[in-house]
């Protein structure tokens, strides 16, 4: 079945950089659209940043210039490149899966396949 793991959460001041990663099993990755998305306490979940099997990319624009989306289809592997962080950034981080996920991006509500979420947290 489908698994999606991530990791590389954890604290950093302001202006830090975290680069987090999935690691997924059980399907053809290369076929599968992949997103990061978010949900701090209190708050709905919003999209981050999400690649399509083409390669395409989608960001919210709080993270634009800031955030990179990769993946590296030999290691299965779906990344989130997090650079001057922010506060603001602070919540569970969670990647997603889906074959052909509809809305594509910003919503999560395409997408059938979840990880557990890994945590950041950004002090000022």
């Known amino acids: 079945q489908v698994q999606l793991v991530e990791s590389g959460g954890g604290s950093v001041q302001s202006g830090g950089s975290l680069r987090l990663s999935c690691a997924a099993s059980?399907?053809?990755?290369?076929?599968?659209?992949m997103g990061w998305f978010r949900q701090a306490p209190g708050k709905e979940r919003e999209g981050v940043a999400a690649?399509?099997?083409?390669?395409?990319?989608s960001y919210a624009d709080s993270v634009k210039g800031r955030f990179t989306i990769s993946q590296d289809n030999a290691k299965n592997t779906l990344y989130l490149q997090m650079n001057s962080l922010k506060p603001e950034d602070t919540a569970m981080y969670y990647c997603?899966?889906?074959?052909?996920?509809?809305?594509?991006?910003?919503?999560?509500?395409?997408?059938?396949?979840w990880g557990q979420g890994t945590q950041v947290t950004v002090s000022s």
């Open positions: 059980g399907y053809t990755y290369s076929s599968y659209c």
């Open positions: 690649i399509d099997s083409d390669g395409s990319t």
């Open positions: 997603a899966a889906d074959v052909s996920p509809s809305p594509f991006f910003p919503l999560g509500l395409g997408y059938n396949y």
